[in-house]
């Protein structure tokens, strides 16, 4: 499959809503409960005042097969981002993660951080393998933090270093 990873736009913002809001839906794999309309995607995660980069894979036809963002964090520190990485469901295994993640270091690195931070759900286990594979290093795990219907689950945190 050929993908074309650009910047995502406003526009990108129901067909993306829609892509993340099927994985919700089938939980196990983000720490997001709560679907989104476009316009709270948007605002979140194409344009809003947290988002540093967001970048959309597509296939050949146009049709999104992942995304990926970097947002700003006042828990983090100067310097650090916060990356999250959505695929649509039934095609983590194609080189999306890996297309979007070159996109997003070079957005980080002119953006001037030097790490990038991942916290992945702990039973979320092709989210570890994913970050491990990328470069991630264990660096926090934040234990038994309580989904919507109050199951704990571990967070693991990840970090990239970009210098």
């Not at 006042?74 to 996109?103: C, E, Y």
């Not at 109050?150 to 970090?159: L, M, N, Y």
Request: glycine share 12%; hydrophobic share 45%.
């Amino acid at each position: 499959m050929e993908l074309r990873v650009r910047p995502t736009v406003r526009t990108d913002a129901p067909a993306l809503a829609d892509l993340l809001n099927e994985i919700i839906a089938a939980g196990g794999t983000t720490a997001y409960e709560t679907p989104f309309t476009p316009e709270a995607f948007a605002d979140a995660h194409i344009d809003g005042p947290a988002v540093i980069t967001s970048i959309i894979a597509e296939d050949e036809d146009g049709r999104p097969m992942g995304f990926q963002i970097l947002l700003a964090s006042g828990k983090l520190g100067p310097g650090w981002g916060d990356i999250g990485t959505f695929a649509r469901r039934g095609s983590t295994a194609r080189g999306i993660g890996s297309a979007l993640f070159a996109a997003t270091k070079d957005a980080a690195t002119a953006a001037g951080l030097k790490t990038i931070n991942a916290t992945i759900r702990a039973d979320n286990s092709g989210g570890l393998t994913f970050y491990a594979r990328m470069g991630f290093v264990d660096y926090a795990v934040a234990r038994a933090v309580p989904l919507a219907d109050g199951t704990p689950v571990d967070r693991i945190s990840r970090r990239y270093d970009l210098i």
